[in-house]
């Protein structure tokens, strides 16, 4: 089994990292590229850039930041944020993504999700689900950055997902994110246990033991994390030896 | 041996040539890519990338007639380095959506990994992640290798759901766990080198395994 991933997610507003509670009221963090290098020279095991308002605008403004990041940062790197057509993802792939992330435009037209795999393969065909808890169990997905409902339940869309051919789900806790009060542990492990793909568990993340848990209790195969590494509330370093000391195996670069 | 660290990347419209250019690049490498016959043929050393369905990357490189100028390239001698399909496509067959003829560089065939572990559990496929790297119980070794500066365990990162099976044991150089079965992670014969995982994604490991190949 390959070893737990640490993720550093950058949510992006125009030139800016930006970073919200709940997926809102974002505040400017800084420049995404020094962010980026900086993971990568501290052993980050992938990025993931999301375009906040993508979606809103129709619009997707990440593919110069992502072309200057594949020049000095060598982990794979994922896009998403107002992806909504095989063009999209083709100029996305060109300017150096390694996979795309599709929430919205795949709730849409669910047949996205299997042209892209189709095309591209599913390892670049992530599908971002952001829930929101609406009872106990049970999680609905939002689209538009977690500020639309579908009436989709999330476990739900997961599974769909995976039999239209994604390779990985990135699931959002809408609740927990920018909270740094730990992650759903019950929302992914409810999805982990319902689909045989690689699980990355994002929102909430706040000390090592929230990262253990997700991971052990979660069942999580990679974890995205925010605000604690744009903050520096916690060193890479930090974290990967806590989650070394709870018995988990994580990459030492 | 090949003189300065000029290299050439296939381009035939698969694979995230960007990428890969910019680790070579990073490791000193003077990068032509190109999709011209004459120029990969004329090559000092050639990377061939591949990203997809063994099948439709074959296809791709035949018609734009690359298939017989790597497969000449590969008898020279000089150093040559498959990255995830195009290590695959150096084998002799695939079985992703049905059987395809490879490269024929290699002996052996590439095919699904399997979805259920003996013990009955399932496995995750893709497999994704990171991933140590161990020598091959039957490899030749990492000395003179891709590998010669890797050591034992250090970690590289895998996209795929399928792997090489080498007819000859020989040339595996080095596999990596994923929960009990054995994938392919790198072979090597003579000049010809592949890697499954992703060099150009693999941080300073990665790029250590690039240096090496550019100075084979």
């Known amino acids: 089994m390959p070893n737990l991933r640490l993720i550093a997610r950058l949510d992006i507003k125009g030139p800016n990292l930006i970073k919200g509670v709940n997926l809102e009221g974002v505040r400017v ?21 999301i375009d906040a308002v993508a979606s809103l605008y129709n619009r997707n403004s990440l593919t110069e930041i992502v072309r200057y990041t594949a020049e000095n940062v060598f982990v794979p790197v994922t896009v998403g944020g107002g992806v909504r057509s095989l063009d999209d993802v083709e100029k996305l792939l060109r300017s150096g993504a390694d996979k795309v992330a599709i929430n919205t435009a795949a709730i849409r037209r669910p047949g996205l999700v299997t042209e892209v795999s189709r095309r591209f393969g599913s390892q670049c065909m992530v599908l971002s689900i952001e829930a929101k808890r609406v009872g106990p169990g049970r999680w609905e997905a939002y689209t538009d950055n977690g500020r639309e409902k579908t009436g989709v339940d999330a476990v739900e869309w997961a599974r769909r997902g995976a039999g239209l051919g ?40 706040g000390a090592p033991e929230h990262l253990v848990a997700v991971a052990g209790d979660g069942g999580a195969d990679a974890v995205a994390m925010a605000d604690v590494l744009h903050y520096k509330r916690l060193g890479l370093g930090e974290i990967r030896a806590a989650a070394r000391a709870a018995g988990l195996r994580v990459r030492m670069p | 041996m090949s003189a300065g660290r000029k290299v050439v990347l296939v381009d035939y419209g698969v694979g995230n040539l960007l990428s ?33 369905a063994f099948g439709d990357c074959m296809a791709e490189l035949e018609r734009r007639g690359l298939g017989e100028p790597v497969r000449r390239f590969a008898g020279t001698g000089r150093p040559m380095l498959g990255i995830c399909v195009g290590m695959q496509i150096l084998f002799e067959t695939g079985e992703e ?58 970690s590289v990162y895998f996209v795929h759901s399928f792997s090489a099976r080498p007819g000859d044991d020989g040339d595996r150089l080095a596999e990596a766990d994923h929960d009990g079965f054995a994938v392919t992670a790198a072979v090597g014969r003579g000049n010809l080198f592949g890697c499954q995982f992703h060099p150009e994604k693999s941080g300073p490991v990665g790029l250590r395994i690039l240096s090496r190949f550019l100075a084979c």
Not at chain 1, 175 to 195: C, H, M, N, P
């Open chain 1, 29 to 49: 963090v800084g420049d995404p590229q020094a962010h980026a290098r900086r993971y990568y020279e501290e052993g980050i095991d992938e990025l993931v850039y």
């Open chain 2, 97 to 154: 959506f049905g059987s395809h003829a490879g490269l024929g560089l290699l002996p052996g065939a590439v095919g699904a990994i399997p979805p259920v572990a003996a013990d009955g559990t399932r496995r995750k496929i893709p497999h994704i992640g990171w991933n140590a790297l161990r020598p091959a119980p039957a490899g030749r070794g990492w000395a003179g290798s891709i590998l010669e500066d890797v050591a034992p365990g250090e």
């Open chain 1, 166 to 205: 994604a390779g990985e789900i990135l699931v959002t806790s809408v609740d927990q994110e920018g909270t740094r009060k730990g992650f759903d542990v019950t929302l992914v492990k409810a999805i982990t246990s319902a689909i045989d793909l690689p699980v990355i568990a994002s929102g909430g993340m």
């Open chain 2, 20 to 52: 890969v250019s910019r680790a070579l690049a990073a490791c000193g490498g003077e990068v032509e890519q190109t999709g011209d016959p004459a120029r990969v043929a004329a090559a000092d050393r050639l990377v061939l990338p591949g990203v997809g």
